[in-house]
DNA sequence: CGATTATAGATGCACTTGCATCTATAAGGA
DNA sequence: TCCTTATAGATGCAAGTGCATCTATAATCG
């Protein structure tokens, strides 16, 4: 999925009359985004690929069962540190379960509840990706941005991820 | 996906030593590009589905189309503008083409090339999703960042998507 | 020319994702 | 308590994706 723009176009959306146009400038951005994010997540992930490392999904979820106590953490814990939707880490869960890296057990304090515990084999898994993984970055990152650029990058992207005060709906004026 | 890091940790890899570890403000940038491309662009989608929209990848097809003399395109250029793999948009074309929004034609020049050409519908859908998409854009990224944000944004971004010169072998000095 | 190699695009298959739904357990309220 | 509602997690099915491969045509080179 590429994303460019007709930036020769117009809107109205969301109930009536509302936002007005994105700038080119701020198109230019998103555009941007879609474009970098694609290209260098393609790069780490062939760079795993290609060192025979599983997708970046599955560091994610060993590096959170790694860096916590005991190594364990309840499915919806994990979901909510890593943005996996619930059905992708329950089916995800079952993978690693099968490649040894992670353990389901039960849950005596809520029935429903469910204990995900990584294994001594999850753990060098972790590390091993995180070798491969931290040299990509470097490669396809940090040997184009120097700290300088990295930090103000992040701090741009940051203002992205907050919570916007801005819904889309109707203005609360009446 | 969600990708977080654990800045704890070493390195070594490709081929032999090589890269140093990226920096902390590298690996943290790495992080927020991930996390707010997936979140601004889950948002995005989300707009498009609930306006009863086809996904971005229909756009971006149809806006390439749309914006060429004689709205056709032979497939692997639009492979090359939008990033779209060979497979994959050889059956997004199937389901466009499905869907009545862009015809494949002969391209007697060549036996084994073909003609994409978008149809009167396929441009009403184009302005259609501009229409939304671009409130869209305004909502989850015009709304957060001002031009000049913006601007600077796009700049750093830009850097990402450039061809490195330092690939990933040992170093050419003998 | 004929044989090899390259290119455009399609397709079979396995795997992943999204969506809705389902089961089981827990919590809350009459 | 019983009944309704909410939450944790799993799962069936449809759709999308990656990968390898296939077909057809074109280009190159002896």
């Not at 998103?30 to 560091?59: C, H, N, S, T």
């Not at 994990?78 to 490649?99: F, G, V, Y």
């Not at 709906?169 to 009446?174: F, L, M, R, T, V």
Request: proline share 3%; net charge neutral; charged share 25%.
């Amino acid at each position: 999925m590429s994303v460019n723009i007709d930036v020769t176009a117009f809107m109205l959306n969301c109930s009536e009359a509302e936002a007005a146009q994105p700038s080119l400038s701020v198109i230019r951005a998103w555009v941007r985004l879609m474009r970098a994010q694609q290209l260098v997540l393609g790069a780490i992930e062939q760079d795993l690929k290609a060192a025979d490392l599983p997708p970046l999904g599955w560091y994610d979820v060993l590096l959170e069962l790694s860096r916590v106590e005991g190594g364990r953490l309840r499915p919806y814990e994990i979901e909510e540190r890593t943005l996996l939707a619930q059905h992708n880490l329950s089916r995800l869960l079952d993978r690693m379960e099968k490649a040894g890296l992670v353990q389901r057990e039960v849950f005596s304090e809520d029935g429903r509840g469910r204990w995900v515990v990584i294994t001594e084999n999850g753990r060098a898994m972790q590390a091993r990706i995180w070798n491969v993984y931290a040299a990509a970055i470097q490669r396809h990152l940090g040997n184009k941005l120097n700290n300088g650029q990295a930090d103000q990058l992040a701090e741009l992207l940051a203002v992205l991820s907050q919570k916007s005060y801005r819904p889309c709906q109707k203005s609360a004026d009446i």
